[in-house]
């Protein structure tokens, strides 16, 4: 790395990042930390804001207010010297029709000042195996699909080693086995010590490789944080399968839980929020000791998923 490095613990912060478009505010008040060695999921659904977060980064718009620091360095001022140190997919990435994948990325390796031509061929040729275009490599890029283009772009940021990766909606267009590559290639790469930041409008699609999320809705932050801690705030259920429900009743709730009113649908079984710090199998001892005949018990969580629902008010990828 050419650039010095810095000390501080952070990838990227914003603070109070704003960006205004006439009267929509598609950014508004966005306050992020994006630890180092994270891989970070910047989720929410379309038209939340995630692009333009993304572009103002990078640098490739200005923010209407607010502020940002990437890799420690202030941007936009310190755009030039920390750039090379970021690799990037944005939205829609661009190439040239009429030349073969390989050679956009010979050309874009040869545009970039800092880049080593000796090893520009090998280096060229190994991002496109670990995007899986190896075999299409030399066909004109004009005639990739959409899933290929979106894997040229991904190559493209992988052409050298980077402190930091930011990738829109890396999986757009990708087949289910091209997500999971895409997972995979995420997983060396953190593993490698690159922080990752990556946008997906679909949580199912990122949440197995992300250490860290952050949800828009909207232009605005709903929740950030580690993704176990989320997951564990989420509500615990306990449903208990007994003939013997008054009973059961009485044994959870002289334990501190409050039993629900039975249903018509389900007269044999007793339902209640768990708190945390309650064990199951201490709940299933108090029950027997007391005669309840327990058929069954079991705990549901509320899935990452349901949460997100909730937070973003709508379906996670439905247009916003
Ligand atoms: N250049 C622009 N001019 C005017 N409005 C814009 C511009 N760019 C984005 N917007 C608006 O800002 C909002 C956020 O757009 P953005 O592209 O950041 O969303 P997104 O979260 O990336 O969505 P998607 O999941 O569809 O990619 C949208 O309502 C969009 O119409
Ligand atoms: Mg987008």
Known sequence: MSAAPSDSDAAIEASDLTKVF????AVDGLTLTVPRGAVFGFLGPNGSGKTTTIRMLLGLVAPTSGSISLLGEPMPSALAGVLPRVGALVEGPAVYPYLS?????MRLDAADVRSDAATRKTRVASALDRVGLGHAATKKAGTYSLGM????GLANALLRDRELLVL???TNGLDPQGTREVRGLIRSL?????TVFVSSHLLSEIEQVCSHVAVMSAGRLVTQGRLDELRAAGERRLTVTTPDT???RGVLTARGLAPELLTADAPDTVTA?????????????ALVAAGVRVRGIAVSGET???RFVALTGEGFDVAG
Not at 22 to 25: E, P, S, Y
Not at 101 to 105: A, E, I, K, P
Not at 149 to 152: D, H, M, N, S, T
């Open 22 to 25: 006439g009267k929509q505010r």
């Open 101 to 105: 994948g390989r050679d956009n990325l």
């Open 149 to 152: 283009k979106q894997r040229l």
């Open 168 to 170: 829109d909606e890396p």
């Open 190 to 194: 953190a593993a490698d010590g690159t």
């Open 246 to 248: 008054d009973a059961a």
């Open 273 to 285: 929020p768990l708190p945390a710090g309650l064990a199951v199998e201490e709940l299933t001892a």
């Open 304 to 306: 990452l998923e349901d």
